[in-house]
C-alpha cells in the first residue's frame, strides 16, 4: 500500500456489503483498505493520511461506537463515517458528539457516500496539517533552555519586560536578552505571533495573580 | 327464642321439683353456650343466616347481614329471594343447591351476583351447608361474602398482563421489522454500491454505453425503491411514545412475581426475592420494565425445567450512587460460552418454537431506557441475567 492516494478504510461484517463498498471506494480514485471487524484495524499500525474510516454501527467483535473510543484512547486520529442498517437517533447523536463526520443509513446513495468521503478526507489533511504545525513548534520550543521556557510563559502574558523582571526579580536587562533568543530560536517576530505559537504547542501562560 | 321457652316447659314437666337446681346449672351452662356462640357468629365479617327447607326462610342471621343492609332481626321469616337481584338469579341458584342436595354434596360454594336492601349489587361468594334428617336437607346455613375488592386485584392483575401481551406482541412485530430491515437493507446496499461502481467504470469506456448506463441506473433506482418500502413499513409499526415516570423497581418486581406465583407453585420453583430495601427511583416506562422482568424470569423458569431443584432469585440493588441493579437469577444449565455473544441477537433461540426477540426486546428496551443488560454464569450453576438503570435525577429532564 506504498502509495500516495487517500486511503479509505472500511469495517464491516457483511462480505457482499463489504466488497461492494471496496469496489466502489476504488473505482470513486481512493485506496480501500477493508476489515471485517474491528480489532484488526485497531492492530493495524500505521494508520495511512490522508485517510477516513467507513464503519458499520454493529460489527460482531466490537461495537462501531466502541471502536470509535478506542481510536480515540489510542491517539489514532481519523475522520469516522458511519453505516447503519438500523440508525437510531440517539445512536447518532452520541456518534456525531465524538467527532463523526457523517451517519449513513444503508443503503445509500452514491453520490451521499462520495460527499461524506470528500468532507472527512479534507478533513484528515487538515488535521494531518495541524499535526504537522504542532510538531514543528513542539521541536522548535524544545530547542529552548527551561530557564527560556519559563519566560515564554511570562512573555506570552502580554506584560512588560520591566513587569517581569520586577515579578522574578532579576533585571530588565536579563529578562530582555531571554526575549530575543526566544523570538530568535522560534523565528517569531511579535508577542501576538508567538501568543498564538505557544497556544498550538499547548502551553499556557503564566498565572499573574 | 319461642323455641327455647318450648324447651324449657318440657323440661318443667318431665322433671321433679328435686332436680330443678342441676337443671338450672344446665340451664346455665347451655346459656353460656349460647352466648358464646352467638358472639362468635357475630365477630365473622361475614353475613351467615340459618335458613330453612324446603321453604327458604330465613331462621336466624348474625350481627354482618348488615354489610346486605339489614338488621338481624328483620330478616327472620324473610326469603333468600330479598338476596337475589332478579327472580330469575335466584330461581337458577335455587336449582343450582337442588342439584347440589341430589348429588349428596354437604357443602355448596357458588359466586353469584346478590342485591343489597338499597338495591345495590356486589359480588358475592355464598357458601351452603346442609343440616339433614334422616338424610333429608332441612335447615341450611350460608355465608355471604362481599368478595368486590377481591375481584378488583383480580381483574386489574388481569388488565395487567393483557396489557403486557399486547406489548409483547407490539414490541415483537416492531423487533421482526427492525432486524428484517436491517437484513434485507444489507444485500439491497451491496446491489447499489455495485451498480454505482459499474457505473462509474462502464463512464471510462470509449464506446458507446448509454444503454448499460440506462440498465445500472435502473437496478439504483429499484433498490432504493425496496428499502424505501422498508421503510415506510417500518414506519407503521413503529412504536408509540412510551411515557416515562418515576418508578420504584422493587414495585414492579414484587408485581411481576405476584403474576407468576402460581405457576412457581406448580412447577415446585421456590423464589426469593432479595431487594434493596432503599433503592432510588429510577425513571422508565412501567410496562416496558415489567416486560423486560417477565421475559427474564418467563426465561429462567424455562431454563430450569429439567433440574433437579428449581430456585429462581430476583435481587435489587445500588452499584453506585446513581446506578440501579436488578438481577433475576436461576439454578439452570446456564449459558454455554460459544452463546454467549449472540444470546441478545434477533433471532437466536435455544428454545423449540422460539422465535429468538425476547432477550434482544429486552435489550432494546433497557436501552431504550439509557441502560444495559448482561448475562453471567453463577458459580453455582445455573445464570444470572442483570440490567442496570440510572437513578431519576429530580425534575431535570
Redesign the interface.
Known amino acids: 500500500m506504498n502509495t500516495c492516494k487517500e486511503v479509505v478504510y472500511i469495517v464491516e461484517d ?1 462480505s ?2 463489504r ?3 471496496e ?2 471506494i ?3 480514485g481512493y485506496e480501500a483498505v477493508a476489515f471485517e471487524s474491528g480489532n484488526p484495524l485497531l492492530a493495524k499500525e500505521p494508520i495511512h493520511h490522508p485517510g477516513c474510516l467507513l464503519l458499520d454501527v ?1 460489527l ?1 467483535d466490537i461495537d462501531g461506537l466502541q471502536l470509535q473510543q478506542k481510536l480515540i484512547e489510542k491517539g489514532i486520529k481519523l475522520p469516522v463515517i458511519f453505516m447503519t ?2 440508525g437510531t437517533i440517539p445512536m447518532s447523536v452520541r456518534a456525531m458528539k465524538d467527532g463523526a463526520i457523517d451517519f449513513l ?6 453520490k451521499d457516500l462520495l460527499s461524506a468521503v470528500a468532507k472527512a478526507i479534507q478533513r484528515d489533511v487538515q488535521d494531518v496539517q495541524e499535526e504537522v504545525e504542532k510538531d514543528r513548534i513542539t521541536a522548535l520550543i524544545d530547542t529552548l533552555t527551561p530557564r527560556e521556557k519559563e519566560i515564554l510563559r511570562w512573555v506570552i502574558t502580554g506584560m512588560l519586560n520591566k513587569q517581569i523582571a520586577y515579578d522574578l526579580g532579576i533585571t530588565e536587562r536579563t529578562v530582555k536578552a531571554h526575549r530575543a533568543q526566544i523570538m530568535q530560536k522560534t523565528g517569531v517576530s511579535s508577542v501576538a505571533e508567538l501568543v498564538r505559537f505557544a497556544e498550538k504547542a499547548g502551553i499556557t501562560p503564566e498565572q499573574v495573580h | 327464642m319461642s323455641q327455647e321457652k318450648d324447651v324449657r316447659a318440657e323440661h318443667h314437666k318431665r322433671n321433679p321439683a328435686t332436680e330443678i337446681r342441676e337443671h338450672g346449672n344446665a340451664e346455665q351452662k347451655l346459656r353460656e353456650d349460647r352466648d358464646y356462640l352467638r358472639q362468635l357468629t357475630n365477630s365473622l365479617p361475614d353475613a351467615v343466616v340459618s335458613v330453612t327447607l324446603p321453604d327458604r326462610k330465613i331462621a336466624w342471621a348474625n350481627d354482618a347481614v348488615k354489610v346486605l343492609g339489614y338488621k338481624p332481626e328483620e330478616c327472620i321469616g324473610m326469603s333468600t329471594r330479598v338476596f337475589f337481584p332478579t327472580q330469575e338469579d335466584y330461581l337458577a341458584f335455587a336449582d343450582k343447591v337442588t342439584r347440589a342436595i341430589g348429588e349428596g354434596q354437604d357443602v355448596l360454594i357458588a359466586e353469584s351476583f346478590l342485591k343489597k336492601k338499597s338495591g345495590e349489587l356486589f359480588a358475592a361468594e355464598v357458601t351452603l351447608s346442609y343440616f339433614k334428617v334422616n338424610g333429608t336437607a332441612v335447615s341450611e346455613t350460608v355465608i355471604l361474602r362481599d368478595i368486590t375488592e377481591s375481584q378488583k386485584t383480580a381483574s386489574e392483575r388481569n388488565q395487567l398482563r393483557n396489557e403486557l401481551a399486547h406489548l409483547s406482541r407490539v414490541m415483537t412485530m416492531s423487533e421482526l421489522s ?2 428484517l ?3 434485507i ?10 451498480a ?2 459499474a ?3 462502464i463512464s471510462m469506456f470509449k464506446e458507446d454505453h448509454a444503454e448499460f448506463d440506462e440498465i445500472l441506473t435502473d437496478i ?1 433506482t429499484d ?2 425503491r425496496a ?1 424505501q418500502i422498508i421503510r415506510t413499513a417500518r414506519g407503521i409499526v413503529r412504536k408509540e411514545e412510551a411515557k416515562f415516570e418515576q418508578l420504584n423497581l422493587n414495585v414492579l418486581i414484587e408485581e411481576v412475581v405476584e403474576l407468576y406465583r402460581n405457576a412457581f407453585n406448580m412447577e415446585n420453583t421456590s423464589i426469593s426475592l432479595d431487594l434493596h430495601p432503599d433503592i432510588a427511583p429510577v425513571k422508565g416506562n412501567r410496562v416496558r420494565l415489567q416486560q423486560v422482568l417477565m421475559n427474564l424470569v418467563s426465561n429462567a423458569s424455562e431454563a430450569m425445567r429439567e433440574s433437579p431443584s428449581k430456585r429462581l432469585r430476583i435481587l435489587s440493588n445500588t452499584q453506585s450512587t446513581d446506578l440501579i441493579v436488578a438481577s433475576v437469577s436461576d439454578s439452570g444449565k446456564g449459558i454455554d460460552k460459544t452463546m454467549k ?1 449472540k444470546i441478545f441477537q434477533s433471532f437466536f433461540t435455544t428454545k423449540k418454537g422460539g422465535l429468538g426477540v425476547g432477550l434482544r426486546i429486552c435489550q432494546s428496551i433497557i436501552e431504550e431506557h439509557g441502560g444495559r443488560i448482561w448475562v453471567e454464569n453463577n458459580p453455582a450453576g445455573g445464570a444470572t441475567f442483570s440490567f442496570s438503570l440510572k437513578a431519576y435525577q429530580g425534575g431535570s429532564e
Open positions: 457483511d457482499s456489503f466488497t461492494s463498498m469496489r466502489l476504488r473505482v470513486s454493529q460482531p442498517g438500523h443509513p444503508k443503503p445509500f446513495e452514491n | 427492525a432486524t430491515a436491517h437484513e437493507n444489507q444485500p439491497l446496499g451491496a446491489i447499489q454500491n455495485n454505482a461502481a457505473k462509474n467504470l439504483v433498490a432504493m428499502s455473544g
